[in-house]
């Protein structure tokens, strides 16, 4: 592990997984110690997006940006919110020029698969058809996320791309959450990992889904056919339980002709970005805007 992140490890929370309500609570609170971001240069707005039911975002809108991107937060689907992702949004519009909009979708286990994808769906959908009231291009909107918001992301262009959707630009996946199944040697091997390890993804997993078997909209490792899809930059983690899938995910792309970036930075955990005096942080937040910079442009 990399030793600037290693320093860490003894201070992060052990979230239950198996209790949603309390692991909900608890983020939250922690959340709301971190420092303030610094929003000057951008207008940040809530707005609220008509859907069934309606779903609460937020906007924050650099100066002279050109593109926008739909941004799914992490949280394993049973925790975060608005509040919570309000850093690390504000970072992403600051650091790559973009009008983000931070998505408040329906959590786990209350609201089980396709709650967060229907919440992510119809703000897409809005976006591109409020693009020039948010002061963007139509054609130049991305999807993406962390965790199991890079899971949605990349289930939000599967559902774009086979219902004739609105044109996505680029898929900004962030250690995405991608295959239900316990296949890949990361998943079956990473059970003392920081943060989160086999069976907390396990766990996650049994929320969002329930009883109910996984589709390539709940899972997107599991569809069949990955051509017609956005161009994609997708990261990875040394020592995440997501890693191999993600990486076999990269390449089934790139085989079905998709354009891929693939970033895998060793000596990190899942979510590790978050340590940002870590240089290591420092490089992959550096990488992960540029990317969504270049294809906007």
Same mark, same amino acid.
């Given at each position: 592990?990399?030793?600037?992140? &290693?320093?860490?490890?003894?201070?992060? %929370?052990?979230?239950?997984?198996? =209790?949603?309500?309390?692991?909900?609570? !608890?983020?939250?609170?922690?959340? @709301?110690?971190?420092?303030?971001?610094?929003?000057?240069?951008? &207008?940040?707005? =809530?707005?609220?997006?008509?859907?069934? %039911?309606?779903? /609460?975002?937020?906007?924050?809108?650099?100066?002279?940006?050109?593109?926008?991107?739909?941004?799914?937060?992490?949280?394993?689907?049973?925790?975060?919110?608005?509040?919570?992702?309000?850093?690390?949004?504000?970072?992403?519009?600051?650091?790559?020029?973009?009008?983000?909009?931070?998505?408040?979708?329906?959590? /786990?286990?209350?609201?089980?698969?396709?709650? @967060?994808?229907?919440?992510?769906?119809?703000?897409?959908?809005?976006?591109?058809?409020?693009?020039? &009231?948010?002061?963007? =291009?139509?054609?130049?909107?991305?999807?993406?996320?962390?965790?199991?918001?890079?899971?949605? @992301?990349?289930?939000?262009?599967?559902? @774009?791309? !086979?219902?004739?959707?609105?044109?996505?630009?680029?898929?900004?996946?962030? &250690? %995405?959450?991608?295959?239900?199944?316990?296949?890949?040697?990361?998943?079956?091997?990473?059970?003392?990992?920081?943060?989160?390890?086999? !069976?907390?993804?396990?766990?996650?997993?049994?929320?969002?889904?329930?009883?109910?078997?996984?589709?390539?909209?709940?899972?997107?490792?599991?569809?069949?056919?990955?051509?017609?899809?956005?161009?994609?930059?997708?990261?990875?983690?040394?020592?995440?339980?997501?890693?191999?899938?993600?990486?076999?995910?990269?390449?089934?792309?790139?085989?079905?002709?998709?354009?891929?970036?693939?970033?895998?930075?060793?000596?990190?955990?899942?979510?590790?970005?978050?340590?940002?005096?870590?240089?290591?942080?420092?490089?992959?937040?550096? =990488?992960?805007?540029?990317?969504?910079?270049?294809?906007?442009?």
């Amino acid at each position: 592990m990399d030793p600037e992140l &290693e320093a860490f490890v003894p201070f992060l %929370p052990d979230l239950d997984m198996d =209790d949603p309500v309390a692991s909900r609570k !608890d983020f939250a609170e922690r959340a @709301a110690g971190a420092p303030a971001p610094d929003t000057s240069n951008m &207008e940040v707005e =809530d707005r609220t997006v008509p859907a069934d %039911p309606d779903v /609460a975002v937020r906007i924050y809108r650099p100066h002279r940006a050109q593109g926008a991107l739909v941004w799914l937060h992490g949280g394993g689907g049973v925790f975060g919110g608005l509040d919570s992702e309000h850093p690390w949004a504000a970072r992403l519009a600051d650091l790559s020029g973009a009008v983000v909009i931070s998505v408040d979708y329906r959590l /786990a286990p209350e609201h089980r698969f396709p709650a @967060a994808l229907d919440d992510a769906y119809a703000v897409l959908t809005w976006t591109a058809e409020h693009a020039a &009231e948010l002061g963007v =291009d139509p054609e130049r909107i991305a999807v993406g996320g962390h965790s199991a918001g890079g899971g949605l @992301a990349a289930a939000v262009a599967l559902r @774009a791309r !086979d219902h004739q959707g609105p044109p996505i630009r680029f898929q900004l996946l962030n &250690e %995405p959450g991608l295959d239900d199944r316990e296949q890949t040697w990361s998943r079956r091997e990473f059970t003392d990992v920081p943060w989160m390890n086999r !069976d907390k993804v396990a766990a996650a997993w049994r929320h969002y889904l329930g009883s109910q078997p996984a589709t390539p909209y709940a899972a997107p490792a599991r569809a069949a056919d990955l051509s017609g899809l956005p161009p994609a930059y997708i990261a990875t983690a040394e020592l995440c339980p997501n890693r191999d899938e993600d990486i076999a995910y990269a390449l089934r792309l790139l085989q079905a002709g998709v354009s891929v970036d693939l970033h895998q930075w060793p000596g990190t955990f899942h979510g590790s970005q978050a340590i940002l005096s870590a240089e290591v942080s420092q490089r992959q937040i550096a =990488d992960l805007t540029a990317a969504l910079r270049r294809a906007l442009a």
